[in-house]
């Protein structure tokens, strides 16, 4: 069996997030990819520009695979999930999860549609919770649910997760209202006393179909989300990662219960799974990367997060000069891809004039300034949490205007931002150059990867 380039590079990007969803890399592990890697022929080159993947983009990718290919992927993920003598929970379920998401056809996985999405990081907490989701009020799946809600609770409970239901959410705070509207004071002390009034008289006006609605598809669907059907969404592994989060979208087949059931049965047996169809020649193949290790080997050192975090203080403070990736999202976030992942943090305009410098390689003098204030505009809109364009004309007019110190304190920010992280090896994403001439940023633009350029545009 052959595997073409692509594919290489999306199974070098699930093997390696595979590896490390419970948080710990170690010998067994690095053995395990090393063999697939050399059988296969993925080259270093596949798996540098595997970091630049998302999750969802490499399952993508797989799906495209025959049967054949995508039961050897399998025999992969079980042989890896075992390597290291233990299997984590995370492990069954980022593997049963890649297992649906592909869609590997076994008699296990008929009745259960599910897939991948992988988003930039929610304002809110949702790494053990489940959340019930659809497009259009379902009244017989509604009807279902309350049903079985306390079995439905019960089994994710021993999963280890939590059901966020939004009718029983609301049933809830409205028998508790006083407490609710008490309890922002102290937990959102920034909100007014009219505030306040209004929360609790909105409350009444908001039905979990349209809290349903507004919050889950509305919200999320801009993120990149696609929920056709009534499904169950919850957040895969439990990596923290600076810039992306990955989904599954499980969707609700006929018996929300009968499907969670079935989708923790097979999670449960992931491992046990004998997936058939492959030749002897694809049986030799897949032995020849799986191949035992030494377990002498098996003793080295555990490889953890906290060992990223080493080895990014010794870079920022050793001189290193090799320059990393600055991945763009599309609401202007910025990332240091090869400094695990730092944020480069700044506000919503600083963002937006740095990127417009990214744009521009030839340099802007800062005087003329003024002429790329429609282009200015419409990445600060992008990318800005006001939904006001007066204000965001405003902010956009003082700074090309000059208004104050603006453009000081925002080029500041922008400095900042980058020597906080970097220290002396900052200068490449600055925005330099003579005064009164140009303004560049010299990083080299192969190195500034963007998400999706064309929501700037």
Known sequence: MKFKENHKTALAKVLSDLVQCDGIVNQGE??????????????????KKATTLSLSDAVGMLKNLGKREKIAIL???????????????????????????????????????????????????????????????DK?????????????CKLLNDAGR???????????????????????????????????DLIDSGIDLMSSAFLSKEIFLNYLNTNGLNINKPSFFFRIGDKNTDNQQDFLILEIEDDPLSTLQHF?????????????????????????????????????????????ILIDTVLKYTGSHEASRLYVTKRGDLFLTDRNN???????????????????EEGIPLNYLNDYKPELFRIYRQISTYGDNTLLNQAVDNLTDFVGSTMNATLSRIKKAFTDILGNNATPYLIQGNRGGRKAIPLERRLAVFEDRSVFE
Not at 163 to 192: C, W
Not at 342 to 358: D, G, N, Q, R, T
């Open 30 to 47: 690095i053995d395990f990819l090393q063999r697939v890697y050399d059988t296969l022929g993925i080259t270093a080159a596949s798996r």
């Open 75 to 137: 025999r992969l993920f079980q042989t890896l999930s075992l390597s290291d003598d233990s299997l984590d929970p995370n492990e069954s379920l980022l593997t049963t999860s890649l297992l649906l998401s592909i869609d590997v056809e076994l008699p296990e996985t008929q009745g259960i549609k599910a897939h991948f999405v992988s988003i930039p990081n929610l304002n809110f907490d949702t790494r053990n919770a489940v959340l019930y989701v659809e497009a259009e009020y």
């Open 140 to 152: 017989a799946v509604n009807h279902r649910i309350l049903d079985d809600y306390d079995s439905i």
């Open 162 to 196: 939590e059901f966020f239901y939004l009718p029983v959410v609301m049933h809830d705070l409205n028998g508790k209202r006083a407490t609710f509207i008490q309890a922002l004071t102290y937990i959102e002390p920034t909100l007014s006393d009219e505030q306040l």
């Open 264 to 308: 923790f049965a097979l999670k449960d047996h992931i491992v046990s799974l004998q997936p058939q169809g492959l030749s002897q020649k694809d049986e030799r193949f897949l032995q020849k990367a799986m191949a035992a290790p030494n377990d002498a080997e098996k003793e080295a050192l555990n490889y953890t997060g906290f060992h990223k």
């Open 342 to 360: 730092a944020e480069v943090k700044m506000p919503a305009l600083s963002k937006a004039l740095y990127i417009l410098f990214l744009f521009h």
